[in-house]
């Protein structure tokens, strides 16, 4: 961590830098197994897809003639810039990530006093710190 950027990182900045990373890694390892496991993937046309919306959502209206030439062109010119891909990948990715997990979840609703949830929620920060 300390030599990763262009310039060194002294000790502290390291050190209050360190949680944020931690955490980071923490999300890379869940996500990473998540998207092996269960063939987690994002086609081409799903970026496409997502240009032409967020392309929509700048212009604040859904009438527009999505074959119209300039359209076309500004999905093929976002599909050339390797940073865009990146950011569009990474968050279609995440939205699928976040769907999948919902879609595991099974709640159930529970009544309980506020007594037992004071109870709940030191027993949580009790075991976390």
Request: hydrophobic content about 30%.
């Amino acid at each position: 961590m300390k030599t990763q950027d262009e310039k060194t990182k002294t000790d502290e900045e390291v050190e209050k830098e360190f949680p944020v990373f931690l955490n980071q890694l923490k999300w890379t390892l869940i996500s990473d197994k998540i998207v092996s496991t269960y063939g987690i993937q994002v086609s081409q046309d799903e970026i496409r897809n997502f240009a032409k919306q967020q392309l929509f959502g700048y212009m604040g209206t859904g009438h527009v003639d999505e074959e119209q030439p300039w359209v076309k062109d500004y999905i093929e010119k976002m599909m050339k810039d390797r940073k865009y891909l990146e950011d569009a990948y990474n968050r279609i990715q995440g939205q699928k990530i976040f769907e999948w997990t919902e879609a595991q979840l099974n709640p159930h609703e529970k009544q309980i006093s506020a007594e037992e949830f004071t109870k709940m929620v030191e027993g949580h920060q009790h075991h976390h710190h």
